[in-house]
T-cell receptor, first 113, second 114 residues
Framework: DTAVSQTPKYLVTQMGNDKSIKCEQN?????MYWYKQDSKKFLKIMFS???????INETVPNRFSPKSPDKAHLNLHINSLELGDSAVYFC????????????FGSGTRLTVV | AQSVSQHNHHVILSEAASLELGCNYS??????LFWYVQYPGQHLQLLLK??????LVKGIKGFEAEFIKSKFSFNLRKPSVQWSDTAEYFC????????????FGAGTRLFVKA
């Protein structure tokens, strides 16, 4: 039973399209995250939600909009996709305390053509 | 600005060699430190973490790391690597002075020759 699941695993789309990535965790964790991993494997935090409330919103274009309908789900919607959005997007979750490590999803490889 | 540095970007070792990957951070305050591993084509998995107590922490798969507060370092070690340890290794840090936002280092790609 997958702890943090993301769909889709691969996403190929044209510039200008709008797409969504879904994330669900069945661990009962309070906090969920979106990270972007670029082609050089660098991981950068994008958003964090705690119990459906946005707590971290990094300098991310407003074309990216997270939505958390409940604490087990954190979806990422991207409008007007650009070539530079191509990356692997990882969802992660963590119990409330900062001394806990993340549990990551398997990632969504987004390719914008 | 808060940052995490991994000085070795690529490391190549033969099987049975010892491994040490460097990680330094520039945070003040109380820190929580982590090492994650990403096997080819897979997601990141937690190897080990430090938040308090014994500065030498042991993780999965025979890895360990030592927190040296005076050096702002948290180096990862393994006495004898295996081919299956080929992966990307990420150091990560959060701190009460940074709002406990976890920052990742740029990663170290380890290749173990069989």
């Amino acid at each position: 039973d997958t702890a943090v699941s993301q769909t889709p695993k691969y996403l190929v789309t044209q510039m200008g399209n709008d797409k969504s990535i879904k994330c669900e965790q069945n661990l009962g964790h309070d906090t969920m995250y979106w990270y972007k991993q670029d082609s050089k494997k660098f991981l950068k935090i994008m958003f964090s939600y705690n119990n459906k409330e946005l707590i971290i919103n990094e300098t991310v274009p407003n074309r990216f909009s997270p939505k958390s309908p409940d604490k087990a789900h954190l979806n990422l919607h991207i409008n007007s996709l650009e070539l530079g959005d191509s990356a692997v997007y990882f969802c992660a979750s963590r119990p409330g305390g900062a001394d806990y490590g993340y549990t990551f999803g398997s990632g969504t490889r987004l390719t914008v053509v | 600005a808060q940052s995490v540095s991994q000085h070795n970007h690529h490391v190549i070792l033969s099987e049975a060699a010892s491994l040490e990957l460097g990680c330094n951070y520039s945070y003040g305050g109380t820190v929580n430190l982590f090492w994650y591993v990403q096997y080819p084509g897979q997601h990141l998995q937690l190897l080990l973490k430090y938040f308090s107590g014994d500065p030498l922490v042991k993780g999965i798969k025979g890895f360990e790391a030592e927190f040296i507060k005076s050096k702002f370092s948290f180096n990862l070690r393994k006495p004898s690597v295996q081919w299956s340890d080929t992966a990307e290794y990420f150091c990560a840090v959060n701190s009460n002075t940074g709002g406990f936002k976890t920052i990742f280092g740029a990663g170290t790609r380890l290749f173990v020759k069989a």
